[in-house]
């Protein structure tokens, strides 16, 4: 059973820097990722990291966001610099249990019916650019 729990959110000013964790507990996961949902919007993906430790942007984070993890600490991270107002947003951490998706693939998980059964999601931690 795997449990995902998110924390670093918080309000930050336009242009500002922000560090998201993710500690992982439970049963092996494959790839993991970053997602984000705005009030009103559909829950959207923002970096993905693969077990070889390759990862993935979506265009509107990219040079701006950075996704590592660190696997002594169980630990996922999202380094986020020059935060824009746009970029407010629940942030979520999400992990494939069953090795379903790859790489930028697992960006769909929001909506991958097929893949639903193998994929974790953590609460989500607020971010609020202003």
């Known amino acids: 059973h795997v449990q995902l729990v998110e924390s670093g959110g918080g309000p930050v000013q336009a242009g500002g820097s922000l560090t998201l964790s993710c500690v992982v507990s439970?049963?092996?996961?494959?790839?993991m990722g970053w997602f984000r949902q705005a009030p009103g919007k559909e829950r959207e993906g923002v970096a993905v990291i693969d077990t070889d430790g390759s990862t993935s942007y979506e265009d509107y984070v990219k040079g701006r966001f950075i996704i590592s993890k660190d696997r002594a600490k169980n630990t996922l991270y999202l380094q986020m610099r020059d935060l824009e107002p746009e970029d407010t947003a629940m942030y979520y951490c999400?992990?494939?249990?069953?090795?379903?998706?790859?790489?930028?693939?697992?960006?769909?998980?929001?909506?991958?019916?097929?893949?639903?059964?193998?994929?974790?999601w953590g609460q989500g931690t607020q971010v609020t650019v202003s």
């Open positions: 439970g049963s092996p996961t494959y790839c």
């Open positions: 999400a992990a494939d249990v069953e090795g379903l998706f790859v790489g930028a693939g697992f960006f769909s998980a929001p909506v991958a019916q097929w893949g639903r059964r193998s994929v974790r």
